[in-house]
């Protein structure tokens, strides 16, 4: 079946580096490609996502590349800090309707982990 | 306010009990979504809630019985469960289940059957 997976599962920086976490896709259908951060005893928090008709979208302190050409997707972390240490999954989600509205699919998830 | 509430945080039960999981949204989201996350793994989508009716089941065993009783309420009857459905359940919210609404995630139930 389609999936969305990554390719590293995890990352170790040191404070202060940038970070980029990597996410492979196979569905070329979905609208939405979601960043989302997970730290351990929390639900998952929204960090960014990005619409499949862009291939960049910036915000504070990270950036989300899209590269619809060979379906990956990247999250870049500028100034890592140990307060960003988590897991980070990619998700997509289906807008156009169907059986699928509405559905979010997450990806396996890296876990990162920042030094001081 | 931003805010999903679960409850229970934990709940130990055994495989002949019934007990249910509560979720609540007051943000005036028509959107309520059921997740199951096993110990380091993704999220896995159970169901989804549209206007108070049932969208999304995603071939979920019936000893998981999903309700929303109002657009700030979800629930999650569980009846016979199996030790393999320990697990961290989240239940997460949107303005409407359009992909370009984010999806605002719970703490969770930590769920140990025994």
């Known amino acids: 079946g389609e999936s969305v997976g990554l390719h590293l599962p995890t990352l170790s920086v040191q404070e202060g580096d940038n970070s980029i976490i990597n996410c492979a896709y196979s569905?070329?259908?979905?609208?939405?490609f979601i960043w989302y951060k997970q730290e351990s005893g929390k639900g998952p928090q929204f960090i960014i996502d990005?619409?499949?008709n862009m291939d960049k979208r910036q915000g504070q302190r990270v950036t989300v590349l899209l590269n619809k050409t060979v379906k990956h997707l990247s999250l870049q972390i500028a100034a890592t800090q140990p307060g960003d240490s988590a897991v980070y999954f990619c998700?997509?989600?289906w807008g156009a309707g169907g059986t699928s509205y509405g559905k979010l699919t997450f990806g396996q998830g890296t876990i990162l982990t920042v030094h001081p | 306010d931003t805010e999903v509430t679960q409850t229970p945080k934990h709940l130990v039960m055994g495989m002949t009990n019934k007990k249910s999981l509560k979720c609540e949204q007051h943000?005036?989201?028509?959107?309520m979504y059921w997740y199951k996350q096993k110990a380091k793994k993704p999220p896995e989508l159970m169901f989804v809630?549209?206007?108070?009716?049932?969208?999304i089941n995603e071939s979920v065993p019936s000893r998981f019985s999903p309700e929303c009783p109002n657009s700030s309420l979800l629930n999650l009857h569980l009846h016979a469960l199996q030790p393999e459905d320990s697990a961290l359940y989240l239940c997460?919210?949107?303005?409407?289940?359009?992909?370009?609404?984010?999806?605002?995630f719970g703490p969770g139930t930590r769920l140990t059957v025994t």
């Open positions: 997460a919210s949107s303005q409407e289940v359009a992909a370009s609404y984010e999806q605002y």
């Open positions: 943000m005036g989201h028509r959107a």
């Open positions: 809630y549209s206007y108070e009716k049932l969208s």
């Open positions: 569905n070329s259908a979905s609208d939405y």
């Open positions: 990005i619409r499949s």
């Open positions: 998700a997509e989600k």
